[in-house]
């Protein structure tokens, strides 16, 4: 299977409710430089009853100091997005000889949470492919948590259609033209949990903060410590 294929890109700014993926980079003679990668989103409507979501995706460099850039757009997905996870794959965490980010799950346009996988080419500071639907997740979820760790990707927790917290975890393998082989039912995290955050180190996988309970798409605060969540940074 050939990779990801080129495409351009265009301008613009973010709407709301998109997933923020941060992606350092030191290219050779370079000092590191981060990249901030948004996909997708929603503005809400009717007083957060309903979640138009967008196709866009953006881009936007870390400046010294911490100042963030201007958001430049990229090329669409193919499709609406919410309340997806998403994750990039390297030379350095994977097989492919690339870079790759990946939009999984969320909410399209339909509104219930979906499984489709999307995919496309990136570069430092843009995103170079168009996008493409990839393996599917063995189930929908909105709201999930993705990580990638020495070439896969895993995804946890997320909502079901009804917007309760899940315990599931898929783990796909990325293979050397950036494209997912497969996805593997893991075993279970202990609890059930949504929009939070989530690092896999050595042979454990930690998931964070997020909620536990049945929420609208979003997530809604259920006690101390718990946080509305319209984006998740990783």
């Known amino acids: 299977m050939a990779g990801f294929c080129s495409q351009c890109s265009a301008a613009a700014s973010p709407p709301a409710g998109f997933h923020l993926l941060e992606r350092p980079e030191s290219p050779a003679g370079h000092a590191l430089t981060t990249t901030l990668y948004t996909a997708g989103g929603a ?47 390297t030379r350095y965490n994977s097989r492919y000889d690339g870079s790759a980010l990946y939009v999984i799950g969320g909410i399209d346009a339909a509104g219930p949470p979906i499984a489709t996988v999307l995919g496309a080419a990136i570069a430092r500071g843009s995103v170079t492919g168009r996008f493409e639907f990839l393996e599917p997740l063995p189930a929908p979820v909105a709201g999930a948590i993705a990580v990638v760790r020495r070439g896969r990707i895993y995804v946890m927790g ?62 809604t605060p259920t006690g101390p410590g718990m946080a509305w969540y319209s984006g998740v940074s990783t």
């Open 43 to 89: 503005e809400p409507l009717g007083g957060y009853s309903v979640f138009p979501p967008d196709s866009g995706v953006y881009v936007a460099a870390v400046q010294p100091g911490g100042a963030i850039g201007a958001w430049t757009r990229q090329g669409d997905m193919p499709a609406p997005r919410a309340f997806a996870a998403a994750t990039a794959g």
């Open 158 to 219: 997320g909502t079901d259609s009804l917007g309760r917290p899940q315990q599931a975890v898929y783990v796909g393998r990325i293979g050397v033209t950036g494209h997912i082989d497969r996805w593997y039912l893991e075993p279970s995290l202990p609890a059930a949990r949504a929009y939070g955050g989530g690092v896999v180190l050595e042979q454990r996988a930690v998931a964070f903060g997020g909620v536990a309970d049945s929420v609208p798409p979003g997530g």
